[in-house]
Each structure stands twice: as structure tokens, then as C-alpha cells.
């Protein structure tokens, strides 16, 4: 705490009898004059004064007595701290203006105290830098009640100071009270007004009050003045500091908890918030379903083994009246895309019945506890609704197997889930059915019996499914009459249900792009390719060169088809690039093909080394392009699984050796790379006997190729026939027309070779060795 009083002006104090020369003879005379410095000083004279005084003595001068002006100069600054008596003791140099160099000896003073206080006092004016000696001087002073002169020597600057000067000091300001400060002083200062010794009393009470110290301040040459003003520091104690802070602290909790309390009655009343919450509230809502199995193609087994529980749902009483029970859950397995999900509205909507769709991902969030809270929300929903169906859709997501190392919360999902199958009867008429792509994921204690108990597979669709899959996806297309439903779902085997949905959307968008009435079979094949191979790279600069060795290489892979006997059926060439590849021929198997025989997959062999053969025939071996590398990959895998799978070696014999291949010896791996090896040679040794065999056909279909981009199979024949082709809706020819300063430049150069040409089964790769 620190208050800011003024200073008193300079005041000088004096303690002489103005103009004396002679004392008066009078014994009387002598004692008034001294009684009047008494009087004018406030210091009461010790009786011996009066003794020693001789005033029939006649003097011829008397020195006045000594002057104690307060220095024109502002206090000493001291800190606010205690200084103990053996601590550092702050003081200042003495004035070399003003030095005291003489003993102060009073002539007022007689007898013992007059010794004691000149010999304290001498000692104090020799020593001003030892407090010791100013507090035992202080201290005498203060015992012969002169309280003035302690105050006047405190406050001049000169002497130094500790804990024990500074208390002598407070008790002789106390002792001289409102004489010194209302009285003595402000009669001889008149510019001193009442409020600047208020300030000054204020000071004084401040120490008393707080129990601690008062320092003071001032800049140098400092008189209190409001120009000049003076600052007092009051130090707090240990216990005031401690209160204050306690009850700064206490009102600061009590507004906040008042704030807080008003912030929340305003985002109740007014629903500011409502919009940010904690965890959202993604509570299952029952849906009534239009799906019905006729909705439902290319997966017939699957809808069989689920008729029963649509059945069980609208005739409960059949099953339990014999003692049969159903399973609670029914697990879907199956790739993306085969219709797991709309088989599983299907059986809802047959039956009629309310279904609650849930995601696995939606169960957890970062908030613990929310998933087991959503399970069991979801499994009462569905009874206060039985009888019901509960879908999990990647059922995978909360029922993965467990192990030490999850979260907790992973697991507390997991256990509610099983807690509620657990929970139900079979009577209580509510299913769960749950789907996934790996149900080899699935924790054990989810998959066995009484749980998910029963699984049903559904595959991808067979040539028959894939029929009825377009023919429903094409019942809103406006479909041309020459599109042959049955060669489309050949050339797209492996395509589930939701790829061939894709395949009719993009043909409808590309037909409307090129503003047809109806969609046509080239929209579908442009579809096709589009999803098989990516989209055609016509901004890619392929050289006149390049493009000629892409024609051979595919028309070499094409003719080495056409000439053999087991080979699959050939439906397409093309060069246009697609996707990483450069060109690629189109097979179209008649069926779904489970089974190869062996002739089978060395016919495969030699039609993907059909492209090496015609490169070497017309370039030499030399000059083959690296874009056979992806036709290398494959007839390296298929004999490759002839040696160690199929066991088609007569070297190694039946033996699987590709379950163990990293536990075999080195002598049996360097056997089955050279049964590889000869293989795939031999293979590259009948391609090349039959375009060897067939140049003519091999440069007439280059040709044709070249001229057209793409041939179908009825085409080519056209053409092997030397028949002329009706003008075809053919692309752009590459290369691109590039400005000169194009031509010339760097990335454009003639040493930089594109990729090679593409691969017989689509996936030809357009970068060196891969």
C-alpha cells in the first residue's frame, strides 16, 4: 500500500538566543532567555542547565548554538523491509557541503547527561556509517525525551540506518504527535496546508495499522510540492497480503460461478447451443421398406435361405407351436456390391415388418460409453416395435476380434452387443441380420451358435444373374434393339451388381452426351472399357513409330488366339490407350469358366507371348519394346502355378510347393524356375511358328488396325478376308498435331520412348518393368 504525501519546505529549527553578547548579572534574566530557547525548540533543558549557568559571570561572547536545518534535499530512500541488526545497512554518504565536524555541545547542558550525550554523540558524528552507533545515540536522545533531534538527524540523510534506527525513529514521531506535525512545523513553514499534513498523519497511522514499514522517496531536491511531489511506500505484512489475497479470490469464484450460472439459464432458455452438442444423437429410427425379392437378382441361393425368416416374421406360431427355433442373427457374407443390403430390406419388406438400418461405424465416437449406449437403445427400439429386423451393415467395424491391447471402449460395444443377442428369445420376434466383406474377422463369441449362427453367402453373379441384373437396371434406359444383353454379360465377368448398375449409367451419359435417342451397343462397350480400363488417354503424344508397333503387338496377340483351337474366344482389338495401357484384345468367354485344363492354360501362355513374337518377326530381337513386360508377368504366373499348384510337372511331380515355397530348398526352387523357364519358352516358340506362319494375315490386320483404332471379332475376319470395311465412327488418329516449338522441346524428344504396347488381358503396363 503506498500513500503520496507532501514534504514540508525547508525548516529550520534553531536553538539560539538572537544578538547575544553578554549575559545579563540578573539570575533571572539568564534563566528567561534560557526557558525562551526551551520554549522555541520543544526540548525540555536537564536542571543542571540552570546550575551551571554563572550570572554574575560576565562573558565577553557566547557561540549560538548550533543549527539543524532540514537539509534542501528529500529524504533517504529506503526500502520497505525490515533490516534486521545483523542484515545490510542501507545509508548514505555524508554532504560534503554540509558536513557535521564538530562535537555538538550544548552550554544548555550541565552534568552527567551533558557528557553522556556529547560522548554518544561524538561517537555518532565519527562514525555516521555505523548504524550501531547512530541507534545507541537514537537511543539516548529518546531516553532524555528529545524526540526533535532524533526526527531532525533521521531525517537528514546523512547517518546510516537499520531495523533498530528506524524503529527509534517511528517512536520518536509518535512521541512528538500533532506538535511536530499540526504545531511546531506548520508554524514555521506557512505553505504547508492541513490536507498535506493529513497525508503525513496518514503515513504514520498506516504503519500502525498494517504492521509494516513506511519508506520514503522523493527525487533529489524533491520539497513535497505538488510539482515534486513525495511517495510513500507502506509494506504490507505476511497476514494482510494472505487476506487479500483470499478475498480477491473469493469474489473472483463467486462472479465467475454467477456468470456461469447465467451463461447456461441463457443457452437453456434461448437454445443458442443446440446445434453444438456433445455426441449427435444417431438413434435408429424404424423404416418401412418397399423393397421385394423381385427386386433382388443374380443371387437366387441367397434369397432361399432367407424366405424362411420372412415366413417366420409374418407366422411366428408355425415355428414355435413344433418346437423349432429360428436363429437370432443371420450373418451376410459376400464382396462389396453383391446387394447384401438390399437383400436384407427385401426380407423387411416382405414380411412387413419396421427395420432399423445401422451402420458399424456409427456405434462409436470419441466420447467413451457411447457405443454400448447406442446397442442397447437400438435392441429396446426394436422390441417396443416386435416384430422387427436390426440391420448391421460392416458388421465388422464393432465385432472385429478382440485382444489385450484394444481401447476399452472398443470392447465395451462388443460385449453389450453380445449381452443383448444374449438377451432376446427367439420368440420375442426380432431379428438381427448383419453384413460384412471379412467374416474371417469376426470374433468367435459373435459367430457361434445362438448368435450369428447362420451364414449366408452372397456371390458375385453368374452370366445368367448378370442378364437379369442389366435387364432391370435397363427397364427406365431407352435401349436401342441391337444391344445383345447375353454378349454384354459375357464380356463383363466378375462385374457385381453394383458395377453393371454403373456400366447402364455411364453408356445412358455417353449416349446423351452425343445427343442419341437411344443408348447402343457402342455406348455399352465404351462403358465397359471405361470401368475396365479407365478412360481413354487421347491427349497422350504417341509417335507414328510407336503407334505401328502397338498394332503389331496386338494383332500378334489377337492372330495367335485366332489360330488356336482351345483358345477363349476373341471379342475386340483396339489401340486406342486406355488407363497405363497402350492397347489391348478383348476375349469373351462363352460361360463362367471353374475349371482350366492344362492345353487351356498353355494356350494362355502362348497368346501372351503372342506379342513378343510379332515384335521380334517384324524388328528383330533387338528391337522388342518394353511394353511386353506385363505379358511376361502373366504367362510367368500361369506356369508358375502350373508347376507348384496344379502339379502339371512331370520333373517335380503332384506336389504342392507353392503353400511351403519360402521352407524349400534352394535345389528345388532352381527346379522349378528352370520348369518355368521352359514353359514360357516354349510357349514364345509356337507364337512365333504360327505369325510366322501367318505374315500375310499378320501385316493386313496391322494395317487395318492402324486405319481404324478397333476391330471386332466379325470385323477382323472381314478383313484377314480381304473384304473392304464399311466406314466406321473412328477417333482422332494419333499423334497429336504438335506446334514446332512443341516438337523441339526436351520431354518431347525422339530418345524419350513412350510405353509399349498393352496386354491381352487389359492390365498391360506402360512403365519400363513393371
Avoid at 488 to 514: H, M
Wanted: aromatic fraction near 8%; proline fraction near 5%.
Amino acid at each position: 500500500m503506498a500513500f503520496q504525501a507532501p514534504v514540508l519546505r525547508p525548516v529550520r529549527i534553531t536553538f539560539m538566543l538572537s544578538s547575544l553578547r553578554y549575559l545579563y548579572t540578573d539570575k533571572l534574566g539568564f534563566v528567561k532567555q534560557n526557558l525562551a530557547a526551551a520554549t522555541t525548540s520543544g526540548v525540555r533543558p536537564l536542571m543542571s542547565t540552570f546550575l551551571t549557568a554563572s550570572p554574575w559571570r560576565k562573558l565577553e561572547r557566547i557561540s549560538p548554538l548550533p543549527i539543524r536545518p532540514f537539509q534542501n534535499s528529500s529524504f533517504v530512500s529506503r526500502p520497505c523491509s525490515s533490516l534486521t541488526p545483523f542484515g545490510l545497512n542501507r545509508f548514505r554518504q555524508l554532504s560534503k557541503v554540509n558536513p557535521i565536524s564538530r562535537i555538538q555541545q550544548r552550554l544548555l547542558f550541565g552534568g552527567p547527561s551533558y557528557n553522556l550525550l556529547a560522548q554518544k554523540e561524538k561517537t555518532a558524528n565519527n562514525n555516521p556509517n555505523s548504524a550501531n552507533a547512530q541507534a545507541t545515540f537514537y537511543q539516548a536522545l529518546l531516553q532524555a525525551n528529545m524526540p526533535a533531534i532524533i526526527v531532525e538527524r533521521y531525517r537528514s540523510g546523512h547517518f546510516a540506518t537499520n531495523a533498530v534506527t528506524d524503529s527509534i525513529y517511528l517512536k520518536a514521531t509518535q512521541s512528538m504527535g500533532g506538535d511536530v506535525a499540526a504545531g511546531s512545523l506548520a508554524g514555521q513553514n506557512q505553505n504547508v496546508n492541513p490536507e498535506q499534513l493529513q497525508a503525513i498523519g496518514q503515513a504514520v497511522a498506516a504503519r500502525n495499522s498494517h504492521g509494516g514499514q513506511i519508506g520514503l522517496a522523493a527525487k533529489q531536491g524533491g520539497t513535497g510540492a505538488k510539482e515534486s511531489p513525495l511517495y510513500v511506500v507502506v509494506e504490507e505484512s505476511l497476514g494482510s497480503a494472505v487476506f487479500r489475497w483470499v478475498k480477491f479470490l473469493f469474489w473472483f469464484g463467486f462472479l465467475t460461478y454467477m456468470s456461469l450460472i447465467l451463461v447456461a439459464i441463457l443457452v437453456e432458455t434461448t437454445g443458442v447451443l443446440k446445434n453444438i452438442k456433445g455426441p449427435q444423437n444417431n438413434e435408429a429410427q424404424p423404416q418401412q421398406q418397399n423393397v421385394r425379392f423381385s427386386d433382388v437378382h443374380g443371387c437366387d441361393e441367397a434369397k432361399d435361405d432367407l424366405q424362411e425368416l420372412v415366413e417366420f416374421l409374418q407366422n411366428p406360431e408355425r415355428f414355435s407351436s413344433l418346437g423349432g427355433k429360428l436363429p437370432k442373427g443371420v450373418l451376410l457374407v459376400g464382396p462389396p456390391g453383391t446387394g447384401k443390403t438390399l437383400l436384407a430390406r427385401a426380407v423387411a419388406g416382405e414380411a412387413g415388418v419396421p427395420f432399423f438400418y445401422m451402420s458399424g461405424s456409427e456405434f462409436d465416437e470419441v466420447y467413451v460409453g457411447v457405443g454400448a449406449k447406442r446397442v442397447r437403445e437400438l435392441f429396446s427400439q426394436a422390441r417396443t416395435k416386435s416384430p422387427a429386423i436390426i440391420f448391421i451393415d460392416e458388421l465388422d467395424a464393432i465385432g472385429a476380434k478382440r485382444n489385450e491391447r484394444d481401447a476399452a471402449y472398443v470392447k465395451q460395444t462388443l460385449n453389450q452387443l453380445l449381452t443383448e443377442l444374449d438377451g432376446f428369445s427367439q420368440t420375442e420376434g426380432v431379428i438381427i441380420i448383419g453384413a460384412t466383406n471379412y467374416p474371417q474377422l469376426l470374433d468367435k463369441a459373435l459367430t457361434r451358435p445362438g448368435r450369428f449362427d447362420r451364414k449366408v453367402v452372397v456371390d458375385l453373379p453368374d452370366v445368367r444373374g448378370r442378364i437379369d441384373i442389366l435387364r432391370h437396371h435397363m427397364k427406365d434406359v431407352q435401349v436401342s434393339t441391337d444391344v445383345d444383353l447375353a454378349v454384354l454379360a459375357r464380356g463383363t465377368p466378375g462385374f457385381s451388381g453394383a458395377e453393371l448398375e454403373n456400366l447402364v449409367n455411364q453408356a445412358a451419359i455417353k449416349a446423351s452426351r452425343d445427343h442419341k435417342n437411344k443408348v447402343g451397343p457402342r455406348d455399352f462397350d465404351w462403358a465397359k472399357d471405361k470401368i475396365m480400363m479407365g478412360a481413354e488417354a487421347r491427349s497422350r503424344v504417341i509417335q507414328d513409330k510407336d503407334k505401328l508397333s502397338t498394332a503389331y503387338h496386338e494383332a500378334g496377340h489377337a492372330l495367335v488366339a485366332y489360330f488356336t483351337q482351345s483358345s477363349m474366344p476373341l471379342y475386340k482389338i483396339t489401340i486406342v490407350p486406355r488407363g497405363m495401357a497402350l492397347g489391348i484384345t478383348h476375349f469373351l468367354p462363352e460361360m463362367d469358366t471353374v475349371s482350366r485344363n492344362y492345353t487351356e492354360y498353355l494356350t494362355d501362355i502362348d497368346v501372351s507371348m503372342g506379342g513378343r513374337a510379332a515384335e521380334e518377326l517384324i524388328y528383330g530381337a533387338d528391337k522388342v519394346t518394353s511394353g511386353i513386360s506385363a505379358d511376361i508377368q502373366n504367362a510367368t504366373n500361369t506356369a508358375f502355378n502350373l508347376v507348384t499348384r496344379f502339379g502339371y510337372s512331370k520333373k517335380l511331380g503332384n506336389v504342392d510347393l507353392s503353400s511351403n515355397y519360402d521352407r524349400l530348398s534352394s535345389e528345388t526352387k532352381q527346379e522349378i524356375e528352370a520348369e518355368v523357364r521352359r514353359l514360357v519358352e516354349e510357349g514364345r516358340v509356337r507364337a512365333t511358328t504360327i505369325l510366322t506362319e501367318k505374315r500375310h494375315e499378320l501385316e493386313v490386320l496391322t494395317k487395318a488396325l492402324i486405319e481404324y483404332e478397333t476391330l471386332t471379332k466379325e470385323e477382323m475376319e472381314r478383313v484377314l478376308k480381304g473384304e473392304k470395311l464399311d466406314k466406321l465412327e473412328s477417333t482422332p488418329s494419333a499423334p497429336l498435331m504438335l506446334p514446332e516449338s512443341l516438337q523441339a522441346a526436351p520431354g518431347l524428344s525422339n530418345t524419350q520412348h513412350p510405353p509399349g504396347p498393352g496386354s491381352t488381358t487389359g492390365s498391360g503396363e506402360a512403365a519400363d518393368g513393371a
